[in-house]
């Protein structure tokens, strides 16, 4: 599974965008050389979300190319079914994607190839680098939130990013999973919380600009995105407890042993 990738696609009654983003995917992944898997992970979906998946993977996935649909009952959040699809994921390297593609699947080598060529742990898709990749943009008052969001975030955690809501990101999964299994947070902050961790541990990230179309029809409410403050909040606090550090210090122990193969 050395050239592989495996796409992980968090979903909550996603039953009518998910059809055409899987069919998507599945022809991107048959015409890699190494194929991939699709994971949707099916987060206690009240339509019919995982019928939707299962009859595209059957109708579709063929060769080196998989597909499987995790269910997770009740709902849980997208971080808790990122990070469960994630950890099954069999590639070498995993990403995740939003289920309404508002990135075009064809900037996903923007995410894989700067891990693949060994010089990075994670990268972050990000539609804060450069404004022209960007065609429908949120509605506005979506994206002034965003900008509070992300000042917050940078000085509550010192990192220095400028987009980490966007719904796509790579990892390397050797020396990540000691990370993604170290997370904690279920909801909006859960992609602060792993790169925070990851962060702490020294890994290798870069925050790549991506090409983004906003699409209508998202389910991230106000009242869900302003609970994300108080999660930046109670990332600082695990860290001061000492929450992370067990997987900080995991995947140090890890460090070199991973490292051999790039
Ligand atoms: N697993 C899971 N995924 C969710 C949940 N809420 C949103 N998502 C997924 O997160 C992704 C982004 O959501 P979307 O509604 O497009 O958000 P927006 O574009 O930021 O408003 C999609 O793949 C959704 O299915 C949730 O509670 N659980
Ligand atoms: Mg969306």
Known sequence: MSSSLSIVIPAYNESARIGKTLREILTYLGEQAG???????????????SRVAEEVFAARARGNVEGRVIRVEPNRGKGNAVRTGLLAAR?????????????????????????RSGQYDIVLGSRALNRELIGTHQPWTREQSGRVFNRVMRMLTGMPFKDTQCGFKAFRMDVCRAVVEGALIDRFGFDVELLFIA?????????YPVRWNDVAGGSVSFRGGLQGFGELRQIRANARRGLYDSAI???YRLRRPALRYV
């Open 199 to 207: 962060h702490r541990a020294g890994l290798r990230m870069l925050e």
């Open 35 to 49: 194929g991939g898997e699709v994971i949707v992970v099916d987060d206690g979906s009240k339509d019919e979300t």
């Open 249 to 251: 210090a995991r995947r």
């Open 91 to 115: 590639s070498r390297v995993a990403a995740f994607f939003d289920a309404d593609l508002s990135m075009p699947i064809t900037e996903t080598p923007k995410l894989v190839g700067p891990i």
